[in-house]
T-cell receptor, first 112, second 114 residues
Framework: GENVEQHPSTLSVQEGDSAVIKCTYSDSASNYFPWYKQELGKGPQLIIDIRSNVGEKKDQRIAVTLNKTAKHFSLHITETQPEDSAVYFCAASKQGAQKLVFGQGTRLTINP | GAGVSQSPSNKVTEKGKDVELRCDPISGHTALYWYRQRLGQGLEFLIYFQGNSAPDKSGLPSDRFSAERTGESVSTLTIQRTQQEDSAVYLC????????????FGDGTRLSIL
């Protein structure tokens, strides 16, 4: 079955700098890749997603890139702010198998 | 409300007891999912419902776990004879259809087994 690996497990950056979180997946049939932000005591919140027919998607300070050949995708956050501090999860799914397979999460800390 | 609603938000029970967790999906969402999140871990898929189709139960860890959903409304996840390893946050999500549509999560039920 699908396996999603996420790195790093923790990331600390200075406010205003960029943060990058990377994920790899094992099933070449996977075609949908969402990213979630989870704050303490809350459920995961979808922040951006990408489908396999595009290589990059951007929404304000957040962007996601996808390399289907290498089977990896990355989350990029620019001009980081203290409110970006949270745990971020990547996930993957494929047509016909609606469950999401999640990475283990990255705890992002933005230092003022 | 506009989001996925789960209840209770917290549940503490003794080992061996049965528990029932409830999920109200977003109105109009035909797909509903249950996931489990152990402390400091990612989410593990448990079960998926889509309309009146047979549910995908492939993620249920044992026969002590079961779930029901009537039509496109409320779902309940039941854990019988709870064990300490069942302690986790149980998250419910819903989406518009089964075509890789974005899944929207509730805030979960934090289950603690003493």
């Amino acid at each position: 079955g699908e396996n999603v690996e996420q790195h790093p497990s923790t990331l600390s950056v200075q406010e205003g700098d960029s943060a990058v979180i990377k994920c790899t997946y094992s099933d070449s049939a996977s075609n949908y890749f969402p990213w979630y932000k989870q704050e303490l005591g809350k459920g995961p919140q979808l922040i951006i997603d990408i489908r396999s027919n595009v290589g990059e998607k951007k929404d304000q300070r957040i962007a996601v890139t996808l390399n289907k050949t290498a089977k990896h995708f990355s989350l990029h956050i620019t001009e980081t702010q203290p409110e970006d501090s949270a745990v971020y999860f990547c996930a993957a799914s494929k047509q016909g198998a609606q469950k999401l397979v999640f990475g283990q999460g990255t705890r992002l800390t933005i230092n003022p | 409300g506009a989001g996925v609603s789960q209840s209770p938000s917290n549940k503490v029970t003794e080992k061996g007891k049965d528990v029932e967790l409830r999920c109200d999906p977003i109105s109009g969402h035909t797909a509903l999912y249950w996931y489990r999140q152990r402390l400091g871990q990612g989410l593990e898929f448990l079960i998926y419902f889509q309309g009146n189709s047979a549910p995908d139960k492939s993620g249920l860890p044992s026969d002590r776990f079961s779930a029901e959903r009537t039509g496109e409304s409320v779902s309940t996840l039941t854990i019988q004879r709870t064990q300490q390893e069942d302690s986790a946050v149980y998250l419910c999500a819903s989406s518009l259809s089964n075509s890789n549509q974005p899944q929207h999560f509730g805030d979960g039920t934090r289950l603690s087994i003493l």
